[in-house]
């Protein structure tokens, strides 16, 4: 049981360019989540998705995309990266959207625009 | 709108000493909270969590109490170890939704 992965660990882009962050779950969990995490601010979240096929923006969502085609995934996309996007990405997810669920998060991606 | 803050660290402390870390949270409805730790290069983990007033997370050695009256979930450990070394961060849930609510972080470094 792998949990929650995501890949790449860590990446450089210019800005302008665009690149998907891969995240995936093996626990059958409906709700994901992707967060960043900049220095002073804790962790933001960006969006999120409560099940296949739905998906809804969180607190930071501008310049981001998402899609939840399966269960298991749950890719972020940047179509356009400025350096206001270098941050450490985290994905997380839980098994239902009941306030005192556990959240379970990957171990993150840190991004870099230059 | 719906927040925690935590205290500034980073926290400096000598092995076996006693750790408190604050956390105070505001909130529109009747959150849950939470301890999330985040060691060196890791992502983050569950430390303990509470639901209701009055309830207290536990877990290797550190506490929390959830205090409706003062909206506060302090954390404790009565003697800490190198190995706690970390960032933890102080979360709430709000009924009915998932997201959760961060805190800024606060280091802790445990010295021998």
């Known amino acids: 049981n792998a949990g929650v992965t995501q890949t790449p660990k860590f990446q450089v882009l210019k800005t302008g360019q665009s690149m998907t962050l891969q995240c995936a779950q093996d626990?059958?969990?409906?709700?994901m989540s992707w967060y960043r995490q900049d220095p002073g601010m804790g962790l933001r979240l960006i969006h999120y998705?409560?099940?296949?096929?739905?998906?809804d923006q969180g607190e930071v969502p501008n310049g981001y995309n998402v899609s939840r085609s399966t269960t298991e995934d749950f890719p972020l996309r940047l179509l356009s990266a400025a350096p206001s996007q270098t941050s450490v990405y985290f994905c997380?997810?839980?098994?239902?959207?009941?306030?005192?669920?556990?959240?379970?998060f990957g171990p993150g991606t840190r991004l870099l625009v230059l | 709108g719906d927040s925690v803050t935590q205290m500034e660290g980073p926290v400096t402390l000598s092995e076996e000493a006693f750790l408190t870390i604050n956390c105070t949270y505001t909130?529109?409805?009747?959150?849950?909270l939470f301890w999330y730790v985040q060691y060196p290069g890791e992502g983050l983990q569950l430390l303990l969590k509470?639901?209701?007033?009055?309830d207290k997370g536990s877990n290797k050695g550190f506490e929390a109490t959830y205090r409706k009256e003062t909206t506060s979930f302090h954390l404790e450990k009565g003697s800490v170890q190198v190995s706690d070394s970390a960032v933890y961060f102080c979360?709430?849930?709000?009924?009915?939704?998932?997201?959760?609510?961060f805190g800024t972080g606060t280091r802790l470094l445990v010295s021998p």
């Open positions: 509470a639901t209701k007033a009055d």
């Open positions: 979360a709430l849930s709000l009924r009915g939704f998932q997201k959760l609510v």
């Open positions: 997380a997810s839980s098994s239902t959207g009941a306030p005192g669920v556990t959240q379970y």
């Open positions: 998705s409560v099940g296949a096929g739905i998906t």
């Open positions: 909130a529109t409805g009747y959150p849950s």
């Open positions: 626990m059958n969990h409906e709700y």
